[in-house]
C-alpha cells in the first residue's frame, strides 16, 4: 500500500522541477546567446546578450533540452542572418563534408546516446571491417562533430550533442517537398516548352 503523502510529495517535486525547467528555458529563450552552448541544467554560468539585429534583419536559431546520453542538455542558440553568411566556408564545408556518409550519420545517431567504443560502433555498423570504421571516425574527428575521450572510446562532446540533431533533422527538412513553394505561373510572353512528338 502506498502512502498518499509519498505520491503528493514526489508531484509537488516534479511541479517544482519543471517549473523551474520552464523558467530557465525562457530565460535561455530570451537570452539567446550568439556562441557558445548554454550550461547544462544546473551549471551556473553568465550568458551573453544576443546578437544585435539590425532592424528588419532576419534571425536563425535552434534549441534543445533534455536527456541526451548521458547529459542533461540545455540550450538556445540565435544567430542574425548576416552572422550564419559569414560563416568560414572552408569549417562549414569540413563539417558537410563529416556528415555526408550515410555510415557517419550511423554513428553519430548511435553516438547521441552517449559514448561507445569501437567496438560497439563496429557493431552499430554491422561490423564493417577496422580500417572502414577508423576511416569513417578519422573524418568525425577532424569535422569536430567527435571527440576520443579515452582509448577506443568515442562520443559528440557535449555542447554540440544538439546542433548534430538540428544538422540531421535541417538535411531532412532540405530534401522533404512539403516545404518547396510551388513554381510560379509561365509568363504569357515566355515560348511555351517544346514537347516531344511521337514519329
Same mark, same amino acid.
Given at each position: 500500500?502506498?502512502?498518499?503523502?509519498?505520491?503528493?510529495?514526489?508531484?509537488?517535486?516534479?511541479?517544482?522541477?519543471?517549473?523551474?525547467?520552464?523558467?530557465?528555458?525562457?530565460?535561455?529563450?530570451?537570452? %539567446?546567446?550568439? $556562441?557558445? &552552448? +548554454?550550461?547544462?541544467?544546473?551549471?551556473? #554560468?553568465?550568458?551573453? *546578450? !544576443?546578437?544585435?539585429?539590425?532592424?528588419?534583419?532576419?534571425?536563425?536559431?535552434?534549441?534543445?533540452?533534455?536527456?541526451?546520453?548521458?547529459?542533461?542538455?540545455?540550450?538556445?542558440?540565435?544567430?542574425?542572418?548576416?552572422?550564419?553568411?559569414?560563416?568560414?566556408?572552408?569549417?562549414?564545408?569540413?563539417?558537410? %563534408?563529416?556528415? $555526408?556518409? &550515410? +555510415?557517419?550519420?550511423?554513428?553519430?545517431? #548511435?553516438?547521441?546516446? *552517449? !559514448?561507445?567504443?569501437?567496438?560497439?560502433?563496429?557493431?552499430?555498423?554491422?561490423?564493417?571491417?577496422?580500417?572502414?570504421?577508423?576511416?569513417?571516425?578519422?573524418?568525425?574527428?577532424?569535422?569536430?562533430?567527435?571527440?576520443?575521450?579515452?582509448?577506443?572510446?568515442?562520443?559528440?562532446?557535449?555542447?554540440?550533442?544538439?546542433?548534430?540533431?538540428?544538422?540531421?533533422?535541417?538535411?531532412?527538412?532540405?530534401?522533404?517537398?512539403?516545404?518547396?513553394?510551388?513554381?510560379?505561373?509561365?509568363?504569357?510572353?515566355?515560348?511555351?516548352?517544346?514537347?516531344?512528338?511521337?514519329?
Amino acid at each position: 500500500m502506498t502512502d498518499n503523502s509519498d505520491d503528493t510529495s514526489r508531484i509537488s517535486e516534479l511541479e517544482r522541477q519543471m517549473s523551474e525547467l520552464t523558467r530557465r528555458m525562457s530565460s535561455l529563450e530570451q537570452a %539567446a546567446p550568439q $556562441a557558445g &552552448p +548554454a550550461p547544462a541544467v544546473g551549471a551556473q #554560468a553568465k550568458q551573453p *546578450g !544576443p546578437p544585435r539585429a539590425e532592424p528588419g534583419e532576419a534571425t536563425v536559431g535552434y534549441s534543445g533540452a533534455g536527456q541526451f546520453g548521458p547529459d542533461r542538455v540545455l540550450i538556445a542558440q540565435r544567430a542574425t542572418l548576416s552572422q550564419v553568411l559569414a560563416a568560414d566556408p572552408e569549417g562549414v564545408t569540413r563539417v558537410f %563534408a563529416g556528415l $555526408a556518409n &550515410p +555510415a557517419r550519420l550511423t554513428l553519430l545517431r #548511435a553516438l547521441v546516446a *552517449g !559514448p561507445l567504443s569501437s567496438q560497439q560502433l563496429r557493431e552499430v555498423l554491422d561490423d564493417p571491417s577496422v580500417g572502414q570504421l577508423y576511416h569513417h571516425l578519422r573524418e568525425l574527428l577532424a569535422a569536430g562533430l567527435v571527440i576520443q575521450p579515452s582509448r577506443s572510446v568515442y562520443a559528440i562532446p557535449q555542447g554540440k550533442v544538439v546542433a548534430v540533431c538540428v544538422a540531421i533533422r535541417a538535411a531532412a527538412d532540405l530534401m522533404s517537398t512539403t516545404h518547396q513553394h510551388p513554381l510560379p505561373p509561365p509568363d504569357d510572353d515566355e515560348p511555351p516548352e517544346p514537347s516531344a512528338s511521337a514519329s
